[in-house]
């Protein structure tokens, strides 16, 4: 079993604890921060609720890790007092071990098993009750004495326990009103109708918990995005050793392919560095001795030996997970719609008993008016019931939405920004311009160019090689071909030496550039890579690389405005050529370049400020910060970070960008199903209090007004399931015309 309390990570001076029932406990939090902070040894307490995670910074030289430990094993203690809320709790020797007074969970706790046992138990009792009555044609006795009634209020117990346990906690909540109706209606001989409540409620604590459990997972289990094991130089040789062993000074090898694990300096070799997944640039960078490399990016080509400088939770990597983890720390909650509902119907239930009572004198009457305020169907199924039908309705066209809260946010946000690579456009290349010289045609200069780079796995030669596909032009055979780190390459081909690279390998062999420099120069203003192909020490023509704008990218923002964002803003970290290009194409007026992933968040939060509500769509490490700082992120899943899928509130599985237009419309609509829930169920209840308070309902009518209005809101939520709004319909047959 995973232990409650664990060190995760540890520094002389500095300790980062994985507390369990840390998690979405903010008591919790302010109590450990309280204990520890009058130790005299301890210096600073920061807790993450939203990661379950606590960092202490303490005297090295005073206290050891396994000390604190201790001090929080005894704070936590098994047993004895909840460190949330200071109610005395049971020893946790179960799964069944929530605080009853302020419903924080302990270690071991499965929310959706304990709900799932008291749901099953209230279904049994009715189900073996069906059976007798309906079946078997047998009366069942419902007194208070009677083994139904008996049962009824031993299921009833829990709820006036906890009840009783949060008023001295200072707070009154619906289950004091659940639990006064079940023990009267057993009282009144009504056992059954005690037991629709019991039903209803268990229920609906089922669903709740398990679209707790299920939306959300923790951010501190996925934050490693960095390889386990590496190779560091030691006398000459390379020696295998785990990242979280590394220490600064220490020489790290890393060959093609693989992931850099600390921030540091290249004291030897040299290679062609993949930043895209750090700072968002596309194109490959070509860095030698001397040159700084951070955790998180990718060797391309070539080996470097690294001298750490930074390693650990040290790293950039590290630090902008950090600040993901405070920026998630930091979001105000979001009161519903739903709790503010339930308030009012406990405020409304014990007005309108007492009212009837008064105005009546009928007990009996007053009574029935109870049962009917009872159901917590307004409050808890109205609201869940469509979250759970939209959410499900996502998931099965691989969009996964993290909460309900993210749900109902991403349809009121009015400011929509995006990252451009792997965002709006693709992570691949496409060659899309060809430029001749000196009379040669398009086929010759390609067929020149595709004969070079035919065994280069660069991102610039594969297009090269696409295009020459869709051309049916065939690679000549080379006799000599060289590699020329970040410049391109040199091959003899029929006896002649052809160039294909940057003005670097240009300037390098000598080649005459017959005023190609000024043929390139617009095409970099469009934002375009381009290469030079040289024949015999001449240039023959250019090729102009552009990233792949996804096919969907101008309808998706066209949609996007029309649902209700009155601003589009594109920011990444290209440069202003690449991304003013890519906006004007895309009809998007506000752009940010050369961004750095700190200053994204910067710029999400000055638009905030403004007035604005935020959804960010991303897909790297780079834009996890801003993810986490808008109001709702989203992130492409099939080629983002998992940083970013985690620190995001809705993830694109698929990578496909209409997905926006389906959420935000999804979003709309649920918020328009849950209204019509509330009225269904607010108004049955309304209508029952009238029919009640004139004598017009029994006991057993007004539970059964409970389950025919829990159909109703069942029903009208199930509509989610099948939901497609027309306009998405419509984006995607246009884009198949």
């Not at 390609?446 to 594969?462: F, G, I, R, Y």
Request: some cysteine; aromatic content about 4%; overall charge neutral.
């Amino acid at each position: 079993m995973k232990k409650h309390i664990r060190i995760k990570h540890s520094i002389p001076g500095r300790v980062r604890f994985s507390i369990r029932s840390l998690h979405k406990n903010q008591s919790l939090a302010h109590v450990l921060d309280a204990e520890l902070g009058r130790q005299a040894t301890v210096e600073s307490v920061r807790a993450n609720v939203l990661c379950g995670s606590l960092v202490v910074r303490f005297a090295p030289d005073k206290m050891k890790p396994a000390e604190l430990l201790a001090l929080l094993e005894a704070i936590l203690g098994v047993g004895g007092h909840c460190p949330s809320c200071g109610v005395k709790t049971p020893a946790c020797a179960s799964e069944l071990c929530e605080c009853r007074a302020c419903s924080s969970t302990r270690a071991g706790c499965n929310p959706v098993k304990t709900a799932l046992r008291r749901f099953v138990a209230v279904s049994s009792v009715m189900g073996v009750v069906f059976v007798r009555t309906t079946i078997l044609g047998l009366t069942v006795a419902e007194t208070a004495l009677s083994p139904l009634g008996l049962v009824a209020i031993g299921l009833s117990v829990p709820l006036f326990r906890k009840a009783y346990e949060q008023l001295r906690c200072k707070r009154f909540t619906l289950e004091a009103f659940l639990g006064a109706s079940c023990v009267a209606a057993v009282a009144a001989g009504e056992a059954l109708t005690a037991f629709e409540v019991l039903w209803i409620n268990s229920g609906a604590e089922l669903v709740k918990a398990w679209i707790t459990e299920r939306s959300r997972k923790s951010i501190g289990e996925i934050l490693r995005d960095t390889s386990h094991h590496t190779f560091i130089l030691v006398d000459g040789v390379e020696v295998e050793r785990e990242v979280s062993d590394l220490r600064e000074g220490d020489v790290v090898v890393l060959h093609t392919s693989e992931k850099v694990c600390v921030d540091g300096e290249i004291v030897d070799g040299e290679a062609l560095m993949d930043e895209a997944p750090i700072t968002g640039r596309s194109d490959h960078v070509a860095k030698g001795v001397g040159d700084a490399v951070l955790a998180g990016t990718f060797v391309r080509q070539g080996v470097i030996y690294v001298k750490a400088r930074e390693v650990g939770d040290r790293t950039y990597l590290a630090r902008v997970l950090k600040m993901v983890e405070d920026s998630l720390e930091n979001r105000a909650p979001i009161e519903g719609v739903a709790d503010r509902l339930a308030t009012n119907l406990i405020r409304v239930g014990f007005v309108t008993t007492a009212g009837t009572w008064l105005l009546t004198g009928s007990l009996y009457r007053a009574f029935t008016v109870l049962l009917v305020m009872a159901c917590p169907c307004a409050t808890v199924l109205a609201a869940s019931t469509a979250v759970s039908a939209a959410i499900s309705a996502a998931a099965r066209r691989n969009i996964l939405i993290k909460g309900g809260r993210y749900l109902e946010e991403v349809g009121k946000t009015d400011t929509v920004c995006f990252d451009k690579t792997g965002t709006l456009t693709t992570n691949e290349p496409i060659l899309a311009r060809i430029v001749t010289l000196k009379g040669i045609s398009e086929a010759q200069l390609l067929q020149m160019a595709v004969s070079v780079e035919m065994h280069n796995h660069h991102p610039l030669a594969q297009a090269i090689k696409n295009a020459a596909d869709e051309r049916k032009l065939k690679a000549k055979a080379h006799t000599v071909c060289e590699y020329f780190l970040g410049m391109g390459m040199r091959a003899e081909v029929d006896g002649r030496e052809i160039l294909v690279g940057n003005r670097k390998l240009m300037e390098r062999h000598g080649a005459e550039m017959n005023g190609s420099v000024t043929q390139a120069a617009p095409l970099r203003r469009q934002g375009r890579t381009v290469l030079f192909v040289a024949e015999e020490k001449t240039v023959r023509g250019l090729l102009a690389f552009d990233n792949q704008t996804r096919p969907q990218s101008r309808e998706v923002v066209r949609r996007l405005r029309r649902g209700g964002a009155d601003d589009v803003v594109l920011i990444t970290g290209d440069e202003p050529n690449t991304a003013n290009n890519l906006a004007k194409n895309l009809g998007i007026a506000n752009v940010h370049a050369s961004v750095m992933p700190e200053n994204k968040a910067d710029i999400v939060k000055a638009l905030q400020k403004e007035g604005a509500a935020v959804l960010m769509v991303g897909d790297g490490v780079n834009d996890a910060l801003a993810l986490a700082q808008a109001d709702v992120g989203v992130a492409m899943g099939a080629g983002g970070s998992e940083v970013a899928i985690e620190a995001a509130d809705i993830a694109l599985v698929n990578d496909d960008l209409a997905g926006l237009v389906y959420v935000q419309s999804l979003s709309q609509q649920t918020l328009r199903v849950v209204h019509q829930n509330f009225w269904i169920a607010t108004g049955s209840n309304l209508a029952g209090v009238v029919f009640g308070a004139m004598g017009m309902l029994t006991p057993i009518m007004a539970g059964m007004i409970h389950i025919g209005h829990s159909l109703g809101v069942l029903a009208n939520s199930a509509r989610l399931l099948r939901y497609a709004p027309p306009a998405l319909e419509s984006a995607t047959k246009t884009e198949e015309r």
